[in-house]
């Protein structure tokens, strides 16, 4: 799916923000602007993780004045392997264009056995991460986390959990699950979607038995009721009353990261204005309310730094996805 969406008026942004409990930018602000535009491409397609991360940027960054207007293109499928090539082919060398991609882009590269990774990219900044959830419709019959964990021992083709694309985070925590049970992930009935908005659909229309996401996509429908949140993946408690699957008894613990990226081919000082337009905004105070509005936890990391974490994370998501059999 492809999916243009033009920048927000200044007046309607003017609103937004005061919605978002975010303070309006001033004159002098404004004079600090570092982009007269910018052009985020979104692999994947409206309503989910990356986009809402491009999105958030975009408030912070034009309420502070640190940039003018911004381009949005959606282009999903296959967890980013779709609209990377794309990004990667067309954005060479600008030094006004960033793609948004993260763990699940990482895993979905080796699963799909794509020639284009973000080896291809200029890796500028971590920026978040959260834990993920695993919830099951409200009206659910499975109660609790032991209760799927049974369901998944006892019959996992039968036990369709929804989540994003073949070989991201997702697919690797119930690959773990089902690991940790004795069964295989191959034996899992993963239903893989291009974005958090249509796992949503399938979840609230009980066409599938569970989900796994990243918390924020979530957050609300579990808030709402309308969905039942079961355990979550991170090292300490995230949602109230919702355990973690190592309180569980089962020794998972993962987080879902995102980062921005600059096309191949950028100029070292296009790459370093970059860096600093992105710890600048990790520093801003709109910044910090927006991450614990949205239930992400700050995880900066910028430049070489985050480059070389890149290669750490490539290299244990590989062995993590051969253990678990997905490659």
Same mark, same amino acid.
């Given at each position: @799916? ?39 491409? =979104? &692999? ?6 990356? +986009? ?62 794509? &020639? =284009? ?5 200029? &890796? ?29 021992? +006892? ?14 985070? +997702?697919?690797? =925590?119930?690959?773990? @699950? ?64 919702? &355990? ?9 613990? @993962? ?48 430049? +070489? ?23």
């Amino acid at each position: @799916m492809l999916a243009r969406r033009q920048l927000l008026s200044t007046a309607a942004l003017a609103t937004a923000g005061v919605a978002l409990g975010l303070p309006l930018f001033s004159s002098a602000a404004r004079a600090q602007e570092m982009f007269s535009s910018l052009n985020v491409f =979104i &692999p994947a397609g409206p309503g989910g993780g990356w +986009d809402g991360l491009g999105r958030a940027i975009e408030q912070v960054a034009r309420q502070a004045g640190m940039v003018g207007t911004f381009q949005f293109e959606n282009v999903g499928g296959a967890g980013g392997t779709v609209g990377l090539p794309r990004f990667v082919a067309q954005r060479r060398g600008r030094g006004d264009a960033i793609i948004v991609g993260g763990a699940i882009m990482v895993g979905a590269v080796l699963a799909n056995r794509s &020639p =284009i990774g973000l080896k291809d990219t200029t &890796p500028l900044a971590r920026m978040t991460t959260e834990p993920s959830v695993i919830v099951v419709p409200a009206n659910s019959d499975i109660k609790d986390i032991k209760g799927l964990l049974a369901a998944l021992k +006892d019959n996992p083709g039968a036990t369709s959990v929804a989540g994003g694309s073949a070989g991201g985070i +997702d697919h690797i =925590i119930l690959g773990l @699950m089902l690991k940790s049970q004795g069964r295989s992930a191959k034996d899992a009935s993963y239903v893989a979607f291009a974005g958090g908005g249509p796992a949503q659909a399938a979840i609230l229309g009980a066409q599938v038995k569970a989900g796994i996401s990243g918390i924020s996509e979530f957050a609300e429908q579990v808030k709402a009721g309308r969905m039942r949140a079961l355990a979550t993946t991170g090292d300490k408690t995230s949602l109230e009353g919702v &355990p973690t699957l190592k309180e569980s008894g089962i020794d998972i613990v @993962m987080g879902n990261w995102r980062g921005i990226f600059g096309p191949p081919g950028m100029k070292p000082a296009d790459k370093e204005k970059m860096v600093k337009f992105l710890t600048d905004l990790d520093a801003a105070p709109g910044w910090r309310e927006m991450c614990e509005r949205q239930g992400w936890d700050r995880a900066f990391l910028a430049g +070489d730094a985050f480059a070389n974490f890149l290669k750490e994370d490539e290299a244990a998501t590989a062995t993590v996805l051969k253990e678990v059999g997905l490659v």
